[in-house]
């Protein structure tokens, strides 16, 4: 699809994109470039319900709370050594 930018810099997103990515007046779209490729990326109505589960590790490695608990382990092991 060709789009016409406007002496203002606007496009208009044809209808065919906007239904099929729930696009509405007041949605909000991510701009970037990268190696002479604009990218327009619709952001999430609700960024909270978006970014849950981003901070999960990979299957098979230990937690950060796992490795933190580990470390305070080791300390209070250490600690008690010293006396």
Same mark, same amino acid.
């Given at each position: 699809?060709?789009?016409?930018?406007?002496?203002?810099?606007?496009?208009?997103?044809?209808?065919?994109?906007?239904?099929?990515?729930?696009?509405? =007046?007041? %949605?909000?779209?991510?701009?970037?470039? /990268?190696? @002479?490729?604009?990218? &327009?990326?619709?952001?999430?109505?609700?960024?909270? =319900?978006? %970014?849950?589960?981003?901070?999960?590790? /990979?299957? @098979?490695?230990?937690? &950060?709370?796992?490795?933190?608990?580990?470390?305070?382990?080791?300390?209070?092991?250490?600690?008690?050594?010293?006396?």
């Amino acid at each position: 699809m060709i789009v016409t930018v406007s002496t203002k810099g606007q496009i208009v997103i044809p209808a065919k994109i906007r239904k099929a990515f729930h696009l509405r =007046e007041d %949605s909000k779209l991510d701009v970037s470039r /990268k190696n @002479g490729v604009i990218t &327009l990326r619709p952001l999430s109505s609700d960024p909270i =319900e978006e %970014s849950f589960g981003c901070l999960a590790g /990979k299957p @098979g490695e230990p937690s &950060l709370v796992d490795i933190l608990l580990a470390e305070r382990k080791a300390e209070m092991e250490r600690e008690d050594g010293r006396f």
